[in-house]
Structures are given as structure tokens and as C-alpha cells.
């Protein structure tokens, strides 16, 4: 903000910013969904296609879901609403409560290779 003789006036950085959100403003200042843990590389699928605002949803609650219209991943919906990771889980807690949302949690691999995976490797490396 600058004083311009009088009162004070917003001045913007630049013509494409605007107001700033911070993320516990989004997440009503709660830091863990409600329910789930939600991997970088959980599937996260809408379950309805269309949801009108109600009640503790949120504009990024809506976003969410329309963009999950496609499968996408936890951390693809960060990257395309340019909010952090921890705050999408936290709206995704949400959505999973209200059931508008379905998320794929990653397989377990079943343990570590075997060492001859790594030793393939380590030969590989040091071939270059």
C-alpha cells in the first residue's frame, strides 16, 4: 500500500494480481482432513458431476470436484489450483466426508526388490 497525500491505496504489483488467500484462510485454519491420508499419487475421481454450493463448501471445494470430473492425481490438483499440497488434502478430507469425491490410494509394491535389481543398476552406473 502507498499514501498518495491522503488516505491509503492498494497499488498491485503487477496487472494480473489480485487479492491473496492464504491457505489456512481456505482450510479454516485446519491443518489435517477430516478423514484420510492422501498421497502425492492418490487417484482422486469425482463421484457427481454437478454440485452446487452448499454449506462449508467452498470455492476450491467446487473447483476440485469439477476437475476431478477426469482423474487426476493429489498432487496434479495442486499444481492446477495453485494451492499447497497440505491444503488440498485437507479440502479433499472434506469431499471424501460428503462422499462428492473417490480416492485411489497407491498399491503397496510388496516390499523392496531383490538385490539383483540393484546390482543391475550399480553395473549400469558404472558402465558410464
Same mark, same amino acid.
Given at each position: ?39 502425492? &499419487?492418490?487417484? #482422486?475421481?469425482? &463421484? ?5 454450493? +452448499? ?21 496434479? &490438483? ?14 479433499? @478430507?472434506?469431499? #471424501? ?5 473417490? #480416492?485411489? +490410494?497407491?498399491?503397496?509394491?510388496? @516390499? ?6 540393484? +546390482?543391475?543398476? &550399480? ?6
Amino acid at each position: 500500500m502507498t499514501v498518495t497525500g491522503g488516505p491509503m491505496e492498494e497499488q498491485w504489483v503487477d496487472d494480473h494480481a489480485g487479492p491473496v488467500v492464504r491457505p489456512y484462510a481456505v482450510t479454516r485454519g485446519r491443518a489435517r482432513p477430516v478423514t484420510g491420508t492422501f498421497d502425492l &499419487i492418490s487417484l #482422486v475421481t469425482a &463421484i457427481q458431476s454437478d454440485v452446487t454450493p +452448499e454449506a462449508g463448501l467452498g470455492p476450491e471445494h467446487l473447483a476440485i470436484v469439477g476437475l476431478c470430473q477426469r482423474m487426476q492425481s493429489v498432487a496434479e &490438483i495442486a499444481a492446477h489450483l495453485d494451492l499447497p499440497v497440505g491444503t488440498i488434502r485437507v479440502l479433499l @478430507g472434506d469431499l #471424501v466426508a460428503r462422499n462428492l469425491v473417490q #480416492v485411489r +490410494e497407491p498399491r503397496a509394491t510388496g @516390499g523392496l526388490p531383490d538385490d539383483s535389481i540393484f +546390482e543391475a543398476v &550399480i553395473n549400469g552406473l558404472r558402465a558410464l
